[in-house]
Structures are given as C-alpha cells and as structure tokens.
C-alpha cells in the first residue's frame, strides 16, 4: 500500500535557526513528489515538484532533496512568517496525491 | 491566473440536509479534483475528473456523496443527508495533465460543519 510519513509532527525553532523536514514514502512507481505549506483555515499552497532521486530545488529559504525513500525540506535561517504547516505528497500509478498528515513548524523571534 | 475559487467558504448545517458546494478551477487546466481534509491530517482523495468526465472515484466517497463537471469548467460536490462525520475541510484543486506527474493547484477550501 502507497504511504507517505512525515517527521517530525511539530517543530518549533529560534528565527535563523536552520534544520530539516524529513518525508519518507513506500510506493510503486513514483512519479512525483511534491511539498506545499498550509496556513491555519487555508487552502495547501504549491512549493516544489521532485520527479528522481537526486533532484534539488530552492525557492529563498526552502530547498527541497530527493531520495529513493525520502525527501527533505531544509529551512535556512527561517523566519517567523514560515510558520505553518508543511505538507509532503506523492503520486504514484493514480493522478490522487498521497498526502502524509504534515509537520507543523513555528518559527518564533 | 485567479487561482482556484471554492464558493462558499464556510457551511454551517444541520444533520440531515442536504449541501452543495462549487468549485472554479484554473482556467486552462483540464482536471478537477476534490479532497477531504480534517484536523491533523493531510488531505484525502475523493475523485477527479478530466474535462467532463469522472474518471476515479474514492473509496472515501459514499453514495451520499454526488459531484459533477458540467461542460468541463466549474464543478459541484453535493452531500446528501449529511452526518456529523461529514464535518472537515473540501478542497477543490486543478491541473493541466502533461506526460509526467502533474502538479495540482488548491484553492482556498469549504469549511463545513454539521451540527
């Protein structure tokens, strides 16, 4: 069965202090991997698309890797407005993403 | 590029009636999905559809639960005889299918609860 699970459920950190999001996934033909943050009362809001291991993409203070079990979502020096919830997905044989249930970071100053 | 549009933002019902939401997907985006989210977990998948047709349905989605695409624009999802463990976030998102995986954009959601 396609399962994504995402650590830690809760992160709180210090404004610059940087550190990872991890997603680990179990699924048969992987064919993309995707991130979004959601905002308490809102809708999942794009990041990243990872289509192979090895892949990398950045978007200012958040860059995304890929493995053939996980992915990471690095946060640099964050700051208090990247408080929210981080969401990992994958889609596999299907179009419906597989969402794992989130890390909830706050960043406070 | 308005983005995806869900109308309305918050349902208040009571058990036992009957609720319909509308989704206004990206413009040129040929699919439609709707999900399911509450509180503490991720969002999960009910159906989609490409153009007009429904071409995969959940096993989430119980046969109170109808939705269309007319024409191939906007859609509705409607919930018949609602119970309390309809109450949850419906999110609404597009796409545009290309060869590889194809990323959905969300909208804003339809904030539903059944008193």
């Known amino acids: 069965e396609d399962q994504v699970t995402q650590s830690p459920e809760a992160l709180r950190l210090q404004e610059g202090e940087s550190s990872s999001l991890n997603c680990s996934y179990t699924?048969?033909?992987?064919?993309?991997l995707f991130w979004y943050r959601q905002d308490p009362g809102k809708g999942p809001e794009f990041l990243f698309t990872?289509?192979?291991a090895g892949e990398e993409k950045e978007k200012e203070r958040l860059k995304a890797t890929l493995t053939k079990k996980e992915s990471f979502l690095h946060i640099t020096a964050p700051k208090p407005e990247d408080s929210a919830t981080y969401l990992c997905?994958?889609?596999?044989?299907?179009?419906?993403?597989?969402f794992g249930k989130g890390t909830t970071l706050s960043v406070s100053s | 590029d308005t983005g995806v549009s869900q109308d309305p933002r918050h349902k208040i019902t009571k058990r036992g009636q009957n609720v319909t939401f509308r989704c206004d997907p990206i413009?040129?985006?040929?699919?439609l999905y709707w999900y399911r989210q509450t509180l503490g977990q991720g969002p999960e998948f009910l159906t989609y559809?490409?153009?007009?047709?429904?071409?995969?349905k959940s096993r989430l989605l119980s046969d109170r639960f109808s939705a269309e695409r007319p024409k191939g624009s906007f859609s509705t999802l409607e919930i018949q005889r609602t119970e309390q463990g309809d109450s949850a976030m419906y999110l609404c998102?597009?796409?545009?299918?290309?060869?590889?995986?194809?990323?959905?954009?969300f909208g804003p959601g339809t904030r539903l609860t059944v008193l």
């Open positions: 413009s040129e985006h040929n699919r």
């Open positions: 699924v048969s033909g992987l064919r993309g």
């Open positions: 559809f490409q153009n007009e047709a429904q071409l995969e």
């Open positions: 997905a994958v889609q596999a044989a299907g179009t419906a993403l597989i």
């Open positions: 998102a597009s796409s545009l299918a290309k060869g590889q995986a194809d990323t959905q954009y």
């Open positions: 990872l289509y192979s």
